[in-house]
């Protein structure tokens, strides 16, 4: 674990974070800064720093998080719809390197979203 990493210090327990779901290899909290009514993020327990460096061992660890997003989702109570977005490097969005994924719902969503 990266001693600097934000997300790193939630998911060990060193910063506090309003954890909704968590299994051994995955943690989903609440954003701090949410941008719709429902704002998760869920996040690998093991440090990757981006989509870009996750690597072909990763694979199932990238497909349980997908599933894990959508039965979060469903707990939520957003059977309506829900958006999932991964941003990826500066270009991209990305403000924390480790790898998230952004759960948004509890609203409609409109396209283009940036």
Request: net charge neutral; with cysteine; proline share 7%.
């Amino acid at each position: 674990m990266p001693t600097n990493c934000l997300f790193c210090q939630i998911i060990a327990g060193q910063i506090p974070a309003t954890v909704v779901h968590r299994t051994e290899r995955l943690t989903a909290i609440r954003d701090i800064n949410p941008a719709a009514p429902t704002h998760l993020l869920l996040l690998p327990n093991e440090h990757i720093g981006s989509v870009a460096e996750a690597q072909p061992a990763h694979a199932a660890l990238l497909g349980e998080l997908l599933l894990t997003a959508a039965v979060v989702a469903q707990q939520q109570g957003l059977g309506g719809g829900y958006r999932l977005v991964i941003n990826t490097g500066a270009d991209g969005g990305q403000t924390v390197q480790h790898l998230h994924v952004h759960l948004l719902g509890g609203r409609a969503m409109r396209w283009p979203p940036g």
